[in-house]
């Protein structure tokens, strides 16, 4: 039996901004087909709208797809038909998640030009960051997926790192 081929996911009909294939930052990453001005709303992020609660028990499991939407409820886009959960993380990101009226939007955040791929900063707090490290490959790239206001926190932390291994090392 021969074995199947696994088809790249597509963007919902209608989208005339992106096309998905491998990516150099990670896995599959979605890329411009054509010019796309600051502003534009690229694809709307979907999927099941979940609880506090189940979003607590979803992220224990590793589930890195959660969305903010209220005080009451998240977005979980690990879901098949989400193909917006493959964009990828930067720490100089073109575009930007946008909740309007409980939708999550990417926009860009700048003119995209065709064959960049489009990107965005998962906005990650410090809590476990270290088990999520960053390739993004950026000038400003702190090494692990944070929000840009912990870009800071995290290089103090791993100067501190290294000092501290530094120390260890010159002391054997």
Same mark, same amino acid.
């Given at each position: 039996m021969a074995a199947r081929r696994r088809s790249l996911p597509q963007p919902p009909p209608g989208n005339k901004y992106i096309e998905?294939?491998?990516? *150099?930052?990670? *896995?599959?990453?979605?890329?411009a087909i054509r010019k796309i001005r600051k502003g534009t709303r690229i694809i709307e992020y979907v *999927?099941?709208?979940?609880?506090?609660? =189940?979003?607590? &028990?979803?992220?224990?499991?590793?589930?890195?797809?959660?969305?903010?939407?209220? &005080?009451?409820?998240?977005?979980?886009?690990?879901?098949?038909?989400?193909?917006?959960?493959?964009?990828?993380h930067s720490c100089q990101p073109n575009c930007e998640a946008?909740?309007?009226?409980?939708?999550?939007?990417?926009?860009?955040?700048?003119?995209?030009?065709? *064959? &960049?791929?489009?990107?965005?900063? #998962?906005? #990650?707090?410090?809590?476990d960051y270290r088990d999520h490290p960053c390739r993004c490959g950026a000038p400003n790239c702190?090494? #692990?997926?944070?929000?840009? =206001?912990?870009?800071? =926190?995290?290089?103090?932390?791993e100067a501190q790192r290294r000092e501290l291994e530094a120390r260890r090392r010159s002391t054997r």
């Amino acid at each position: 039996m021969a074995a199947r081929r696994r088809s790249l996911p597509q963007p919902p009909p209608g989208n005339k901004y992106i096309e998905f294939r491998p990516s *150099g930052i990670h *896995g599959l990453g979605a890329f411009a087909i054509r010019k796309i001005r600051k502003g534009t709303r690229i694809i709307e992020y979907v *999927g099941r709208k979940i609880s506090k609660q =189940e979003s607590l &028990e979803q992220l224990q499991q590793q589930n890195t797809y959660i969305f903010d939407l209220d &005080e009451q409820w998240d977005l979980d886009g690990n879901v098949e038909w989400n193909p917006a959960r493959f964009i990828n993380h930067s720490c100089q990101p073109n575009c930007e998640a946008l909740n309007e009226d409980g939708r999550i939007w990417i926009v860009a955040l700048r003119t995209i030009q065709p *064959g &960049e791929e489009i990107t965005f900063n #998962y906005g #990650y707090d410090l809590t476990d960051y270290r088990d999520h490290p960053c390739r993004c490959g950026a000038p400003n790239c702190v090494g #692990y997926i944070v929000a840009e =206001e912990f870009f800071e =926190e995290v290089r103090r932390r791993e100067a501190q790192r290294r000092e501290l291994e530094a120390r260890r090392r010159s002391t054997r």
